[in-house]
């Protein structure tokens, strides 16, 4: 890994933020610098090739002992995300809820317990981490987390502490989407008691009332004739009507099925419903299809923002490890959206085309770090990194 010299330009709003002191801004533009362009995204790591970094000691401390607010922070970085029209949140852009796991080997880790990780198809040893992401046409970015603890609260709780908080703080979005783990009664009450309208698959043994008979929505399947309908260039196979379903009351019912040119592939059956019972089935199909978003999210933040790397054994500095991740994130989206490519860019649903210019940057420095040092020799220089070595 070559040594980083200098901050990242995209973490200069730090020092405008009001929740670090002046030192601890330091701090903060190191860690994040670390998380954005660093190969090892833990605490030593970060210390040894961010150059302008204070000592692994002091950027353990500003993670566990120093006083500053998380949730001042987390805030402050939304305040940052509304001052650029890429970046800024509307009713027309959505929620979504969803859950992670991040991979763990210790026991002293945080809330670390065994799950059963349905993309691995077997349990892992881990933590569980519930966010809540807004998404639009133009951008993506997370807006709170909660890590799950087991014989505490329920993930359906915690979802519902995400709904408040976004409410809280003032999140516009109208329409919230989730995944089957989070469509239960309790949620949806809570989510209405708000006013908000939601997007949700159900399992397919869900029961369902249709022309006065109980069943099961995978049989009601069998029995209806779908009708072709396009939507983003895509064929699906759409059967829709107002339902009494279990547990949900009367939703629209969405039975689709997305055309495959692969004749040996799967069917790919999806059951949706929702409380915008006068929506087209393709706008419904459209906002389920933006779920993907928070997919996207956890996929990029775990390869290139250090989402599972922190070791750190505290609950306060895990906590701040993420927070300041989702400062990253953001960071890197407000960035992108200031600068000329911004308008193709920050609507890029993947963080890759963001890190681009960052680790473009990182290189540019660290040329002009060499290029600037004329009275030191190469042996000088290379004393300087030394520790990337060993």
């Excluded at 397919?204 to 929505?217: I, K």
């Excluded at 890759?352 to 680790?359: C, G, P, T």
Aim: proline content about 3%.
């Amino acid at each position: 890994m070559l040594p980083i010299t200098s901050f990242l330009s995209c973490t200069d709003p730090i020092d405008e933020l009001d929740t670090f002191s002046y030192h601890q801004k330091h701090h903060a533009k190191t860690y994040v610098t670390g998380l954005v362009a660093a190969s090892n995204k833990t605490v030593d790591g970060i210390a040894t090739h961010v150059l302008p970094a204070k000592s692994e000691r002091a950027l353990n401390k500003f993670l566990t002992e120093y006083d500053w607010d998380e949730d001042r922070l987390n805030r402050e970085r939304l305040e940052l995300l509304q001052t650029n029209n890429e970046t800024r949140w509307s009713s027309e852009g959505v929620v979504i809820i969803d859950d992670t796991f991040t991979h763990k080997t210790g026991e002293n880790i945080p809330n670390a317990g065994k799950f059963y990780d349905h993309s691995t198809r077997g349990h892992i040893w881990g933590q569980n981490l519930s966010y809540a992401i807004y998404a639009d046409k133009k951008t993506t970015y997370p807006l709170c987390f909660r890590l799950y603890e087991k014989h505490s609260k329920t993930r359906v709780q915690l979802a519902k502490e995400l709904v408040d908080e976004c409410i809280e703080i003032g999140v516009p979005a109208d329409t919230y989407l989730f995944d089957i783990p989070y469509c239960s009664g309790e949620f949806i009450d809570h989510l209405e008691g708000y006013d908000k309208e939601w997007v949700s698959a159900i399992k397919s043994d869900r029961n369902v009332v249709y022309a006065s008979e109980r069943m099961r929505v995978d049989a009601l399947a069998e029995r209806i004739d779908t009708q072709p309908r396009t939507v983003d260039s895509e064929i699906y196979h759409i059967w829709t009507k107002k339902l009494q379903v279990s547990k949900l009351g009367k939703v629209k019912v969405l039975i689709t099925e997305k055309e495959s040119s692969d004749e040996d592939g799967e069917r790919s059956i999806k059951y949706i419903v929702s409380n915008k019972i006068d929506a087209p089935a393709s706008h419904l199909i459209a906002l389920y299809a933006m779920r993907w978003r928070i997919e996207t999210f956890f996929r990029d933040t775990k390869q290139d923002l250090g989402l599972g790397d922190c070791e750190l054994r505290s609950h306060a500095g895990a906590s701040r490890h993420w927070h300041l991740l989702m400062l990253a994130y953001s960071l890197l989206k407000l960035g992108v959206a200031q600068s000329a490519l911004g308008t193709v860019l920050s609507r890029a649903t993947s963080l890759r085309a963001d890190l681009k210019l960052s680790f473009r940057e990182a290189i540019q420095n660290l040329l002009s770090w060499a290029l600037s040092s004329p009275s030191r020799s190469i042996d000088d220089l290379m004393h300087e990194v030394d520790d990337l070595f060993i």
